[in-house]
């Protein structure tokens, strides 16, 4: 949704989507807004809660099946298990996508790695097509005035335009982009705690040949599964900065994150937004 500043602070009912990598701020930002008047989306909440909820369900019976005195009580229905995701605690969405390598190590054959990269993307593109329903729950049903799209660090990767166009024609995208020094920060969190994470196809099967290549390996269950991620996260890092750019030019505005940093209260976020929209 493309405004002019004035129109933007005349809004009555505010509708936000926010793009950017893991750890820029987008959920800082979120929590920043008084939550009795701005309805909280979170895209990542949504996909464990529900187009993921049962593979991620069936993945943790499968593990506790493999656990003889679990596995008695499952089969006689004594006991049960159940998601306790909150959009503070991510884990098992996370726990879920896995990471690729030796299965010894907790790693997925490549198979099943893309299979879950596929229902990931998937889980992603509906969520994110929620978003218009959701704005009228907010208004409509819990009597929120605005709304704000905590949207998952992989949209970029999605390749969908009609998920774009439909974030765009409900909200204002604003794309938090980290700068060089908070860039550097980033990438050392992902390589001294790695996490699973989304990729495209294309990247990982392109990062994946080189990554077998330089490192001599004839079998993708040869891979520590932690390595690879550490390897593969500055690439990614990387590889979607011009996707987020692209998304911001054409359908949005741009803050940084030092600009979110100075940031300390709702007033004040407005403001910025205000300037990235004049800057435009």
Excluded at 66 to 80: A, G, H, K
Excluded at 214 to 233: G, H, T
Excluded at 244 to 272: C, F, H, R
């Amino acid at each position: 949704m493309k405004l002019s500043s004035t129109e933007f602070r005349n809004w009555k009912n505010k509708s936000i989507t926010l793009l950017g990598m893991s750890g820029v701020g987008k959920t800082r930002l979120s929590n920043m807004l008084p939550s009795d008047d701005w309805f909280h989306f979170s895209g990542d909440y949504r996909i464990g809660t529900h187009y993921l909820d049962e593979p991620i369900l069936d993945n943790i019976k499968k593990q506790a099946m493999q656990v003889p005195f679990l596995r008695e009580l499952l089969r006689s229905d004594s006991i049960y298990i159940q998601n306790n995701i909150t959009v503070n605690n991510l884990q098992p969405v996370s726990s879920f996508l896995g990471k690729l390598g030796d299965p010894e190590k907790g790693g997925l054959p490549l198979e099943e790695f893309k299979h879950r990269q596929e229902l990931h993307r998937q889980a992603e593109i509906n969520t994110m097509r929620d978003v218009p329903a959701f704005i009228n729950k907010a208004h409509e049903l819990y009597d929120y005035r605005h709304f704000i799209n905590d949207a998952g660090g992989s949209v970029c990767e999605l390749d969908d335009e009609e998920t774009l166009e439909i974030l765009a024609q409900h909200t204002l995208i604003l794309y938090i982009k980290a700068t060089e020094k908070n860039e550097k920060e980033l990438i050392q969190r992902a390589e001294s705690d790695p996490k699973p994470l989304y990729y495209r196809e294309a990247f990982l099967d392109e990062q994946l040949g080189i990554y077998m290549q330089e490192n001599n390996l004839q079998y993708v269950a040869m891979i520590d599964p932690d390595e690879f991620v550490r390897w593969i996260f500055p690439k990614l890092f990387y590889s979607r900065i011009p996707r987020y750019d692209a998304i911001a030019e054409k359908y949005g505005y741009s803050i940084s994150t030092d600009e979110l940093a100075q940031v300390k209260n709702a007033d004040e976020l407005m403001n910025l937004i205000e300037l990235a929209i004049k800057r435009k």
